[in-house]
């Protein structure tokens, strides 16, 4: 399943070559961590908390259900980190994100701000509060 993933999904997620896909335990979950480089052009500028907003809008959520299509449902693990690397802005930002509610909004169920609310936003090792609009208010 993995090396499908990295096969099918490479051109579109920018998976890094030094971190492949591996599995991860996080606060007594298991997690499919996908590494990924995010490059965010010369939008890519402001806080730390922009930066991460546009991370998840432009890159990070369209990787979600392309990818759920290739996770059978009954995965022996229970969630996913998008693990991504803005290497413009020397930020690392980290989506802990539950397959129930990845699977939620892949359905349209939930909206990206409520997918972030139920996971965990690591920026550079640090978890943070995550409000999309707000963060990203700054790019009108």
Known sequence: MIDRIVQDLDSEAHFTCYAPPVLVGFHGKSYLQLSVATDLGASGQGS??????????????????????????????????????????SESV??????????????????????INSGLVLINGERVGLELQSAEAGLH
């Open 94 to 115: 980290e989506f802990f994100l539950s397959l129930s509610e990845l699977r939620r909004y892949a359905e349209y169920d939930l909206t990206g701000q409520q997918l």
């Open 48 to 89: 730390q908390y922009r930066i991460a907003a546009l991370v998840f809008d432009r890159h990070v959520s369209h990787l979600i259900r392309p990818l759920l299509g290739m996770i059978p449902k009954d995965s022996d693990f229970d969630g996913i980190v998008f693990s991504s690397t803005v290497s413009a802005a």
